[in-house]
């Protein structure tokens, strides 16, 4: 059984940085893909990144392209998102995914069968 474990949330002022991380375990494969997407209240849930654990290739929403970094470790069991240059638009409640495959969209919230908890980012202006 696939799992998977945010931790590194937190309230920060504009132009301030957080850094997410994700646990993952269960995986019998590096040929999957993990990511992020955040949903704020009243909000449709999106995208944020993703990474392909075999090669390390990655993929972010236009919303976090040249801000937010996506990148794992080396035993690719762990994931990290680092923040920079936060709005508060940022605000949400930030998920790690993961996928079972491969052959999938990487920013699409329908290819992602294994989510976590959660955790909340709050950006203050």
């Known amino acids: 059984q696939i799992l998977v474990m945010e931790s590194g949330g937190g309230s920060v002022q504009a132009g301030g940085s957080l850094r997410l991380s994700c646990a993952a375990s269960?995986?019998?494969?590096?040929?999957?893909?993990m990511g992020w997407f955040r949903q704020a209240p009243g909000k449709e849930r999106e995208s944020v990144a993703a990474?392909?654990?075999?090669?390390?290739?990655?993929y972010y929403a236009d919303s976090a392209r040249g801000r937010f970094n996506i990148s794992q470790d080396d035993d690719k069991n762990t994931v990290y998102l680092q923040m920079n240059s936060l709005r508060p638009e940022d605000t949400a409640m930030y998920y790690c995914?993961?996928?079972?495959?491969?052959?999938?969209?990487?920013?699409?919230?329908?290819?992602?069968?294994?989510w976590g908890q959660g955790t909340q980012v709050t950006v203050s202006s």
């Open positions: 990474i392909y654990r075999d090669r390390g290739i990655t």
């Open positions: 269960g995986f019998t494969t590096t040929h999957n893909h």
């Open positions: 995914v993961a996928s079972s495959g491969y052959n999938g969209r990487p920013l699409s919230s329908d290819y992602y069968n294994i």
